[in-house]
């Protein structure tokens, strides 16, 4: 298998180095794995001028998979928004067609302590958020920012969905829910726009394909409350592209850390983008002190979604469980009584544990 790697700026390159050591250990066990790095993000504008250079987005292409660190830094914010780091991912979604992004917020019990929530809120959560990601107010024109005939600027985004984006994302939540507890929650605001009543309406159609499922429906604000108050209700939450951005966080930090949160980015044949759920971390770059979990993590996913090898994605997934029960922890999951460990060290402990 082909390997698109794009470390990206920020935390990312040490991240992803985590990640490389767990492929570099399935190489050494006989797999046959090809890797090949290119810069994205701030990185892919130092070397050619753009957040994602022709010769990226051509490896990401070829590849079977791409695993992606992070982009971003505060010192790109200067710069005109199409040449942003952020603008470079977004473009690679949807060049690669990516629409479907895959978002599982597990608590592993020995983090229960860590949550900022009560143990028994927490405990034995196992929730999958999937977020569209190649529509909607991310990507709908017209936008931008302009200034009116009076002198006064506007502040333009346009929320736009079809049914057919809708029907196929709607599909994804639906065959996740078939293999675990058969509940979707189609989280919207179809009180108040009528992008995500359309959303709503697609979602009882899809769900008719699917009579052993059962399909709710939450308007956005009541979801996050929900997700706080009592987040074991969930069990498959579909949602649009802004609202999964903000929910995804929010679940992410019932797990502990967004440093735990991995992610799957799919296309209509599975070929994917791996990448953990949270950005750059500019404040903790370069200290060797980020939680690699959620890149690694994401490797996990690679192996199950886009090349069915549910054996890996177990040896993976086993690895990083028995180094959190061996209480080693990064210092954004830290707690009294554990040992503290670097990036790099965590990296080596999930490796040792393979
Ligand atoms: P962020 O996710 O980078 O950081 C939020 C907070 O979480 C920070 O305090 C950070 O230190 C912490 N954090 C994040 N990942 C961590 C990890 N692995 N281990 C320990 N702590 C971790 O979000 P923020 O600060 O809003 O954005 C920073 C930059 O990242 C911006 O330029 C933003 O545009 C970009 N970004 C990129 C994303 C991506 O590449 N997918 C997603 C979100 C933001
Ligand atoms: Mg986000």
Redesign the pocket.
């Known amino acids: 298998m082909k390997l698109a790697v794009l470390p990206?700026?920020?935390?990312?390159p040490e991240?992803v180095a985590q990640a490389v050591k767990v492929l570099d250990v399935l190489r050494r066990d006989g797999m046959k794995i090809e890797m090949e790095e290119a810069p994205i993000?701030g990185v892919g504008y130092d070397v050619a001028g753009d957040p994602l250079p022709e010769a990226t987005f051509k490896l990401a292409q070829e590849s079977d998979a791409v695993l992606?660190?992070?982009?971003?830094?505060?010192k790109?914010?200067t710069l005109p928004r199409d040449v942003r780091?952020?603008r470079g991912?977004l473009r690679i979604r949807k060049g690669l067609g990516l629409f479907a992004n895959l978002r599982p917020a597990l608590l592993y019990p020995e983090l229960a302590s860590a949550s900022t929530l009560r143990p028994e809120i927490v405990s034995g959560l196992d929730l999958m958020i999937v977020r569209e990601l190649t529509g909607d107010i991310y990507f709908g024109q017209p936008r931008g920012i302009t200034t009116l005939e009076s002198g006064e600027r506007e502040g333009l985004n346009t929320m736009r969905y079809t049914e057919s984006e809708v029907r196929r994302i709607g599909r994804v939540a639906f065959d996740i829910a078939m293999k675990r507890n058969k509940k979707v929650c189609s989280v919207d605001k179809a009180n108040v726009l009528e992008c995500t009543e359309m959303w709503r309406q697609v979602m009882i159609e899809v769900a008719k394909d699917y009579p052993e499922v059962e399909l709710s429906h939450m308007y956005v604000d009541n979801a996050a409350m929900q997700l706080v108050r009592a987040p074991k209700q969930f069990d498959v939450v579909v949602t649009g592209n802004i609202f999964g951005d903000i929910l995804s966080?929010e679940a992410s930090m019932l797990t502990g850390?967004?440093?735990m949160l991995p992610s799957a980015s799919l296309d209509a044949n599975n070929k994917g983008m791996y990448?953990?759920?949270?950005?750059?971390?500019?404040?903790?770059a370069g200290k060797d002190?980020?939680?690699?979990?959620?890149?690694i993590l994401s490797v996990a996913m690679m192996f199950k979604y886009s090349f069915n090898d549910e054996a890996t994605y177990q040896r993976i997934d086993n690895a990083v469980k028995k180094v959190i029960a061996a209480g080693k922890r990064?210092?954004?999951i830290w707690t009294e009584g554990c040992t503290k460990v670097s990036?790099s060290g965590m990296g080596d402990a999930v490796v040792a544990a393979m």
């Open positions: 990206g700026d920020g935390i990312g991240i993000g992606l660190g992070a982009v971003g830094d505060w790109y914010d780091p952020e991912l966080d850390s967004i440093g990448e953990p759920s949270h950005g750059s971390a500019p404040d903790i002190v980020a939680n690699p979990l959620a890149t990064t210092a954004d990036c």
